[in-house]
């Protein structure tokens, strides 16, 4: 039989090897759920969320996708408006000296039925400072699987809706009601339709064999030669023209042409620069000043001649105002022509001379 030392120190090293296991375990346990080891020094953040959303403690915490850390604690706070979920996060503290102060913070879940866990972005960031212990991160909102799962409900009702009017709709067809209706099940539209599609199938018949205007148009190789005839008449124009050949040939083949207008132009020129030179009759109408004057002057009083003519000023104005002297004139021609009429019936009696000699 085992002395009672023995059995005290047996019980004494199963104690210490549970002792030793359970630590292990628990070390083993924080290595795999946790990021970082028991002697990396850590800050503790916070963010606060409208909605846990399925976070837990112990969930992960990610920079861009890398695990930097853990959830520490989820709680409700008071007086936090909109967002009264507070999430504690621990970070590596030598990674979150590259985190600036404005990066966000969002829950994300790994798939459709993964864990839910919170994920810092900086890329959209421009702080200069980094976060500390104790700093705020942001929320970025990031659409959950509730509002995908709501938003496909919606979507699904909108289906719903759409298949029943669509049911509707087709029945409605079914009956022969509406216009697609009558289309489907009217027999008397149906032999219209018939009665069309014949009368074209004769038109057609008609056409491919050469009849009326438009099977001749088709079927006939007169209107082939004439335009095959049009064309080569075409043609020889054109090689006439490019030979130099006739009035449009010559117009754009001829360098005399582009000589004699290019003179005119050069003659044109040097014309416009004497003017303005105030050479010549039209220089020194449009450069001499004096000459301006004298014609100004010359037209001033043409105009007061002018008035006065319509005035009935003068011998000239009377000429056209006064009506006396045009009936004057007038009984002057008419006596005029009855003299010269005189003259013509008995010219005996004004054109004779008498003689008379001492």
């Known amino acids: 039989m085992p002395s009672q030392r023995q059995v005290k120190w047996a019980q004494l090293r ?3 090897t549970v002792v030793i296991a359970a630590t292990v375990l628990a070390v083993l346990i924080f290595l795999m759920t946790g990021s970082g080891g028991f002697l990396t020094p850590k800050i503790t953040v ?3 969320f409208d909605n846990a959303e399925g976070v837990r403690a112990g969930a992960p915490v990610t920079l861009q996708g890398v695990p930097i850390g853990n959830v520490v604690a989820i709680e409700v706070v008071a007086n936090h408006g909109l967002t009264p979920v507070k999430v504690s996060m621990r970070i590596m503290k030598k990674v979150a000296q590259g985190i600036p102060t404005d990066a966000t913070a969002a829950l994300t879940q790994a798939g459709v039925l993964g864990e ?9 960031a421009q702080a200069q400072s980094s976060i500390h212990d104790g700093s705020e991160l942001k929320i970025h909102d990031n659409p959950s699987i509730q509002d995908v799962m709501k938003s496909t409900q919606s979507s699904l009702q909108n289906v719903d809706v759409l298949i029943r009017r669509i049911d ?4 409605f067809i079914d009956s022969g009601q509406g216009s697609i209706g009558k289309l489907i099940y009217d027999q008397e539209l149906y032999n219209r339709l018939n009665a069309t599609l014949n009368e074209v199938q004769s038109m057609v018949n008609t056409i491919s064999s050469g009849k009326g205007s438009i099977g ?8 082939y030669d004439k335009a095959n005839t049009a064309v080569d008449n075409l043609n020889k124009i054109i090689d006439e ?4 050949n006739g009035t449009v040939g010559k117009f754009l083949k001829d360098p005399s042409l582009y000589n004699n207008a290019n003179d005119t132009i050069a003659k044109a020129n040097a014309l416009i620069g004497d003017i303005n030179a105030g050479k010549g009759a039209l220089g020194k109408m449009a450069k001499d ?3 301006a004057a004298k014609l100004d002057n010359s037209l001033t009083r043409l105009s007061q001649i002018l008035d006065d003519l319509q005035a009935g000023k003068g011998s000239a104005g009377m000429l056209l105002k006064d009506s006396s002297v045009y009936n004057n004139t007038d009984q ?3 006596e005029g022509r009855k003299l010269v009429q005189a003259m013509r019936e008995n010219p005996k009696k004004y054109l004779t001379i008498h003689v008379k000699l001492f």
């Open 14 to 16: 199963v104690g210490i």
């Open 332 to 334: 002057m021609l008419v």
């Open 46 to 48: 916070v963010s606060y």
């Open 116 to 124: 839910t866990f919170v994920d810092i972005d900086s890329t959209h």
């Open 216 to 223: 001749k148009l088709i079927n006939s190789d007169e209107l």
């Open 168 to 171: 509707h709709i087709v029945s």
């Open 289 to 291: 000043e004096q000459f």
């Open 241 to 244: 023209v490019q030979a130099g």
